[in-house]
């Protein structure tokens, strides 16, 4: 089956500073998505992006297809962004059989 | 996005019970999803739930042990069957709209 890893696995922030996260997968994809689980372990679906770039306030996301990888920015980091951020992907375009992501655990300090 | 409704959130049981956990999804939905979640680990797929047909169990999972109920299109139950500590986890039950994932709140298993 389809690999998926993410870079880094921990990442400890102070609050304002920028972030990236990188998400590679093994073979091609139709649908990839970001989520973030808070300390509470809900998870958030942030985006969904098979190809391009999305932003949402803080947040952005860009996958590149053709090289398999995607990568979600962070940016002026808040304490409510700790949490694991994972990636999903699947071969079949729609969102059965995701298979998710080894995580990064971020933690963003004062 | 569905809100989804997911119960118990958490609960400790005895080894060779069962539980049942229940989710309801604030609209009619045509598949759910049932992942688990071992401690510190990533998120795996237990099995997707059609209404009206069989669960369908990816690797590893049997329906022996996880067998799955989909009486309509708005509710689905998952019961971890004979249970032993190595099913403590998170089980989240999910559906899609839009080819996005939304997840249900999780039930936390411990397992004595």
């Known amino acids: 089956g389809i690999q998926v890893e993410q870079s880094p696995p921990d990442l400890i922030l102070q609050e304002g500073a920028n972030s990236t996260l990188r998400c590679n997968f093994s073979?091609?994809?139709?649908?990839l998505q970001w989520f973030h689980q808070n300390p509470w372990g809900q998870l958030i679906n942030l985006f969904y992006i098979p190809s391009g770039t999305k932003q949402n306030g803080r947040l952005s996301a860009t996958t590149v297809a053709t090289e398999r990888y995607s990568l979600l920015y962070i940016s002026s980091s808040q304490t409510t962004d700790s949490g694991v951020y994972f990636c999903?992907?699947?071969?079949?375009?729609?969102?059965?059989?995701?298979?998710f992501g080894t995580g990064t655990r971020l933690q963003v300090t004062l | 996005s569905a809100v989804i409704s997911q119960k118990p959130s958490r609960d400790i049981c005895q080894r060779g019970t069962s539980l049942t956990i229940q989710c309801q999804v604030d609209s009619q939905v045509t598949m759910m999803f049932w992942y688990r979640q071992q401690p510190g680990q990533s998120l795996t797929l237990i099995a997707t739930a059609n209404q009206g047909s069989e669960a369908t169990y990816e690797s590893g999972f049997v329906i022996d042990k996880f067998p799955i109920s989909r009486p309509n299109l708005t509710f689905s139950t998952l019961t971890v069957s004979n249970m032993s500590p190595e099913d403590s986890s998170i089980y989240l039950c999910s559906t899609a709209t839009n080819e996005k994932l939304f997840f249900g709140s999780g039930t936390q298993l411990s397992v004595l």
């Open positions: 999903a992907v699947s071969q079949g375009g729609t969102a059965s059989k995701l298979t």
């Open positions: 073979d091609s994809v139709n649908n």
